[in-house]
């Protein structure tokens, strides 16, 4: 009897003294092949950096992290920070910031994963669905102040500034704004000669970035200088600078042929329906994006008419219903200022297409 219980309890003692041995092992272990899978990211991660390239600048093997951040920031939808990362992913972008604020960059990304989304096999319904969350998001990312100016020490040389002093807009261009004003070129009249407004006016300045966004700021001439033999003006610096906010929709310059039918309402209440005229008028459309276009013909037309545009892009025949908002009179025609009141959803990614290049290249 005593050697059935000794046998079972020389076994326990040999199983506890035994565990320790194979913990410490088990994390040897661990933490070597943890050592050796981040030695490895590490090395991958600056083998893909581009040369020159700071480490923590938002790029590198885990761009999704810091494109996460920054797709909140920008208040895109849950469909949209999807469609953003598809597209980063599709161009392999490993710096989502400096693409955002770069709009050549940006439009290089989506015009990807617009024909990518195109050569899909899912079926035209799925295809236009994808084409318009794509373009909705390039239009937040359009209209969005990310990577914008909080003050005017981060205005950058040559970038274009106009002047708001009482009625008059006088057009320059910033030198510097390193020192202790801003250093702008000293504006001049048609005729050459120097613009002075005097030392201590108030002013409002409107400037322009080179990635397609406009400020504003309060501001005063503080002096006038010369820099380089260059006679220049001195503003004073602001950190109350304001993003303004573009057109709703991105807006293109066009020569296109189109026709117009007068649509008028027949009936009322839960009767009423649209009539479409047979009669068609003629005319160029002359800009249009998604919200509207501008409309040049020889036609009267009243404000407040409700149109329906026909006109050809590609190989398509898009149509729209239009509610004339304006017209002024130029060279003995009318132009027309329209307002879209119905658009498919194919006819609208046509458009944003035609608008944001993504087709004619």
């Known amino acids: 009897m005593k050697n059935l ?8 003692t040999d199983f506890s003294m035994a565990a320790p041995s194979i913990s410490v092992r088990q994390t040897v272990i661990f933490l070597s092949v943890a050592a050796v899978v981040i030695g490895t990211i590490i090395v991958l991660n600056n083998m893909k950096k581009p040369p020159g390239k700071k480490s923590g600048s938002g790029g590198g093997i885990f761009p999704g992290f810091a494109l996460l951040k920054i797709s909140r920031n920008l208040g895109l939808n849950h469909e949209q920070r999807k469609m953003l990362d598809f597209v980063f992913k599709s161009d392999a972008v490993t710096d989502p910031e400096k693409s955002i604020i770069t709009p050549s960059l940006l439009d290089r990304h989506f015009r990807r994963g617009y024909r990518i ?63 202790e004003n801003i250093v702008a070129e000293t504006p001049k009249t048609v005729l050459g000669s120097q613009i002075k407004i005097p030392k201590g006016t108030k002013i409002n300045v ?25 006679p220049t003006m001195l503003l004073a610096h602001s950190n109350q600078i304001k993003f303004l906010a ?51 013909t020889t036609a009267p037309v009243q404000v407040g008419a409700r149109f329906k545009v026909e006109f050809t ?40 297409a035609f608008v944001y290049e993504y087709i004619n290249d």
Do not use: W
Not at 137 to 164: A, C, P
Not at 247 to 262: E, G, P
Not at 317 to 346: E, P
């Open 246 to 296: 573009q057109r709703r929709f991105r807006r293109k310059h066009a020569v296109i042929a189109c026709s117009l039918n007068l649509v008028y309402v027949e009936g009322s209440g839960k009767k009423q329906r649209l009539i479409v005229d047979k009669r068609k008028l003629s005319g160029n459309i002359v800009d249009i994006s998604v919200g509207g276009c501008s409309i040049k």
């Open 5 to 12: 219980f000794l046998f079972p309890l020389q076994s326990v």
């Open 313 to 352: 892009q590609g190989d398509n025949t898009l149509a729209a219903l239009g509610q004339v908002l304006r017209t002024n009179k130029v060279s003995g025609t009318t132009v027309i200022h329209m307002k879209f009141l119905r658009v498919t959803q194919k006819t609208m990614n046509q458009i944003n």
């Open 117 to 179: 989304i195109e050569q899909s096999k899912t079926g035209d319904a799925e295809i236009q669905r994808k084409h318009a969350i794509l373009f909705s998001t390039r239009n937040v990312l359009e209209n969005s102040s990310f990577g914008g100016l909080t003050n005017t020490r981060q205005v950058k040389d040559d970038t274009s500034i106009v002047i708001n002093t009482g009625k008059e807009k006088i057009n320059t261009i910033v030198i510097t704004s390193k020192s």
């Open 206 to 230: 409107l400037l322009f970035t080179k990635n397609n966004k406009s400020f504003t700021f309060e501001s005063k001439v503080t002096g006038y200088s010369s820099m380089h033999g260059h």
